[in-house]
């Protein structure tokens, strides 16, 4: 089955850096990678996806790669604000299959 | 709106007793899934059912059962057989081969006393 690897597990940056988190995945039928965001004490929301024909997403501050060959797809945040503050999880999926998910990053802006 | 509900928001258990996790949706989703969520280890699926009267086991389902009776509801019970049932418990649905995402509750923090 599915294995997906993300990295870092934790992650503190200064308001208005960049931050990057990475996944790795082996299935090379996957062909749908989400990137959520949880807040302590809720669910995960889905903030951006990006499907296997594309390359690179892009959403206001955040972005996402997607590298076929290499299986591996990250996500970037720009300009990061104390708000960005969460665990953010990487998955991935084929059309009709379940999730796998990465083991989460809790990522930290400091004022 | 539509959406997915979880309730109750916390819940508490003596040691031995079962307890159900209610799961509903109103986004005429097709599949529901159970995922366990403990401190560093990310989601664990526990149940997943992808259409009605129909589920499977996931990775963690042992001390767990499920019911989908009806296609909006999905509720998971906690039997006196999980020994560390302690844990935040996330629902979630999906429509696969629509916009593939998965839409997630709330979710339920049990605690055992």
């Known amino acids: 089955g599915e294995n997906v690897e993300q990295h870092p597990s934790t992650l503190s940056v200064q308001e208005g850096d960049s931050a990057v988190i990475k996944c790795t995945y082996s299935?090379?039928?996957?062909?749908?990678f989400p990137w959520y965001k949880q807040e302590l004490g809720k669910g995960p929301q889905l903030i951006i996806d990006?499907?296997?024909?594309?390359g690179e997403k892009k959403d206001q501050r955040i972005a996402v790669t997607l590298n076929k060959t290499a299986k591996h797809f990250s996500l970037h945040i720009t300009e990061t604000q104390p708000e960005d503050s969460a665990v953010y999880f990487c998955?991935?999926?084929?059309?009709?299959?379940?999730?796998?998910f990465g083991t989460g990053t809790s990522l930290t802006v400091i004022p | 709106d539509g959406g997915i509900t979880q309730s109750p928001k916390y819940l508490f258990r003596k040691e031995g007793q079962n307890v159900t996790l209610s799961c509903e949706q109103n986004?005429?989703?097709?599949?529901m899934y159970w995922y366990r969520q403990d401190p560093g280890q990310g989601l664990r699926l526990i149940y997943y059912?992808?259409?009605?009267?129909?589920?499977q086991k996931g990775d963690i389902a042992e001390g767990y059962s499920v019911s989908r009776e009806k296609k909006e509801s999905f509720p998971l019970t906690v039997t006196s057989a999980q020994k560390n049932p302690t844990a935040f418990y996330l629902c979630?649905?999906?429509?696969?081969?629509?916009?593939?995402?998965?839409?997630f509750g709330s979710g339920t923090r049990l605690t055992v006393v």
């Open positions: 979630a649905s999906s429509s696969p081969g629509q916009n593939y995402g998965y839409t």
């Open positions: 299935d090379s039928a996957s062909n749908y």
């Open positions: 986004l005429n989703h097709d599949a």
């Open positions: 990006i499907r296997s024909n594309v």
């Open positions: 998955a991935a999926s084929t059309m009709l299959g379940q999730f796998y």
């Open positions: 059912s992808q259409i009605v009267n129909d589920f």
